[in-house]
């Protein structure tokens, strides 16, 4: 990938946002490889969400937590295991405890080495805050089903969503605020994110993310943070089960016809784009279309 297609993915923590009491987030302002973090706070302790990629970014998004935790204890979650959301952990070390669900554990252990690696060679900006120093993080504490972290006042929930975007993919509830992180399991503005790169990862699942999406559409969350994009209502969790629909719907009817995947995948970006003009990431419906013709007969 040409380095002048990436700008370098800094998290700009100056501009975090509160969005309900006790709970900021720092936005990615649209920049790729940037994710939307949160910062959570109850009367004992702070919950950090996602860590942006690499050292430089996860310190300046540890000195934020730390200047409003005010000396309460610091908590780290992810919500899945990709470099811009979790290959900051390392920076927490002793200073926050890093909760995890199981399967975003194994990810981490089996298939993020490969991804270091990956993510590295996609241009001088990148792999610049991939450096060295960069490690695949281990989690200190490692849940089965979901966790309910007490923070003093406010339980944050964290719950593992089964194959969607990833295997591992979790959700993190603030019931008293409304609030849903959903990682990458919903962007605004662009089309959804496949990883479908057969036979190395073939862990996304549209139809396990369409059945996620269908019921955290059916949960009643009024604030929606996503991995990328605006924060929104649940008008976010709608919109992308709504296109998660149309690319199965539209991909499968022409799959039933015998047609060809290169076919279909010509057919569906076309269409998929007159649809959607305005949004970014067209290089992802072809990948969406490969693990959905994957998934047809299954």
């Known amino acids: 990938m040409d380095d002048v297609l990436l700008p370098d993915p800094a998290v700009h923590v100056a501009g975090a946002q509160e969005i309900a009491p006790d709970l900021l987030v720092i936005p990615n302002r649209g920049i790729p490889l940037v994710p939307n973090i949160g910062i959570i706070g109850g009367t004992r302790a702070v919950l950090v969400v996602d860590t942006g990629m690499g050292t430089a970014n996860a310190e300046q998004v540890l ?10 204890r610091l908590y780290l979650t992810t919500t899945h295991f990709h470099p811009e959301h979790a290959f900051g952990a390392h920076v927490f070390g002793a200073q926050a405890t890093y909760l995890a669900n199981r399967a975003q554990a194994d990810d981490l252990r089996t298939k993020g080495p490969g991804y270091l690696e990956m993510f590295r060679g996609l241009g001088a900006t990148v792999a610049d805050r991939l450096d060295g120093d960069v490690r695949v993080p281990a989690p200190d504490l490692v849940y089965d089903g979901g966790y309910d972290l007490d923070l003093g006042g406010r339980t944050v929930r964290l719950r593992p969503t089964g194959r969607g975007h990833t295997k591992g993919d979790q959700v993190v509830e603030v019931p008293d ?14 089309f959804a994110i496949f990883p479908w790169f057969p036979p190395h990862d ?23 943070v996503p991995g990328h994009g605006d924060v929104g209502g ?10 998660l629909r149309e690319l199965r719907d539209e991909t499968w009817r022409r ?4 047609m060809g995947e290169n076919e279909i995948a010509a057919e569906v970006r076309a269409l998929l784009i007159e649809r959607h003009p305005e949004w970014i990431g067209q290089e992802w419906i072809e990948r969406g279309v490969g693990c959905l013709c994957a998934e047809h007969a299954a």
């Open 255 to 258: 799959r039933d016809s015998a």
């Open 234 to 243: 649940p008008q976010v969790l709608a919109d992308v089960r709504d296109y």
């Open 202 to 224: 073939t862990d996304v699942s549209g139809v396990g993310w369409l059945a996620v999406l269908e019921r955290l559409a059916a949960d009643g969350h009024r604030t929606v």
């Open 63 to 72: 000195a934020l937590a730390s200047e409003v935790a005010k000396g309460r």
């Open 177 to 190: 605020a409304g609030v849903l992180f959903t990682g990458d399991l919903t962007e605004t503005g662009q």
